[in-house]
């Protein structure tokens, strides 16, 4: 079963814009959650985390909101560069570390 | 450069045929993960190493599968009498240990086709 879902499968945004990338998580036991970039024939690249404790963590143009009661974690990009093309995944873990758990990923298109 | 690397990049082999893959992941990185990705999925977790012992193993592993991380260094992942299921990308993935809340470094994948 999947744990982790990504529900759109691809999302469309004007260069300058904001991108916002929606999760969502079944296992309550999961503290730890990730996002990834990746773009084709490379390996996943990681962008930002974010910890249980915390609702929101910052990095440059890219944060992540949490909000535990819905099980549900959101990637916001702004604002949006035509670079920031890619398929993004989400996933997240327990505080074991021992198996990560990824969703099917969202195609990001930023239109110059 | 000081990334996961992943070999070979691409493999093509026959249907029963055995394959072998290497992952040399980041060099301080104690914690090893393997993962298969096919089209349109997310990277689905395989194994976990914690230096040489092998913590922790899918379902999907099936006894076709075996992984070894001899040294607490490099990771080989054989797959005996392959099938055409068996057609994907093998991500490897190390992170740093000491703390579970760290994020995974992912080499480039070895894309697998089955003739």
């Known amino acids: 079963d999947q744990q982790v879902k990504q529900n759109s499968p691809s999302l469309s945004v004007q260069e300058g814009r904001i991108s916002i990338l929606n999760c969502d998580y079944t296992n309550s036991m999961f503290d730890y959650f990730l996002w990834y970039k990746k773009y084709p024939a490379e390996g996943p690249t990681f962008l930002i985390s974010i910890s249980s404790i915390k609702d929101k963590n910052e990095d440059g143009r890219f944060t992540v909101f949490l909000n535990k009661s819905a099980k549900h974690l959101s990637l916001h990009i702004v604002p949006s560069q035509p670079g920031d093309s890619a398929v993004y995944f989400c996933?997240?873990?327990?505080?074991?570390?021992?198996?990560?758990?990824f969703g099917t990923g969202t195609s990001l298109t930023v239109i110059p | 450069d000081t990334g996961v690397s992943q070999n070979p990049r691409h493999k093509i082999t026959k249907r029963g045929q055995n394959v072998t893959f290497r992952c040399d992941p980041i060099?301080?990185?104690?914690?090893l993960y393997w993962y298969r990705q096919t089209l349109g999925q997310g990277p689905e977790f395989l194994t976990y190493f914690q230096n040489e012992a092998q913590l922790e193993k899918s379902r999907l592993l099936s006894d076709r599968f075996s992984a070894e991380r001899p040294k607490g260094s490099f990771s080989t992942l054989e797959i005996q009498r392959t099938e055409q299921g068996d057609s994907a990308m093998y991500l490897c993935?190390?992170?740093?240990?000491?703390?579970?809340?760290?994020?995974?470094?992912f080499g480039d994948g070895t894309r697998l086709s089955i003739l």
């Open positions: 996933a997240a873990t327990t505080n074991t570390g021992n198996q990560f758990y």
């Open positions: 993935a190390s992170s740093l240990g000491g703390t579970a809340n760290q994020p995974q470094h």
């Open positions: 060099s301080e990185h104690n914690r």
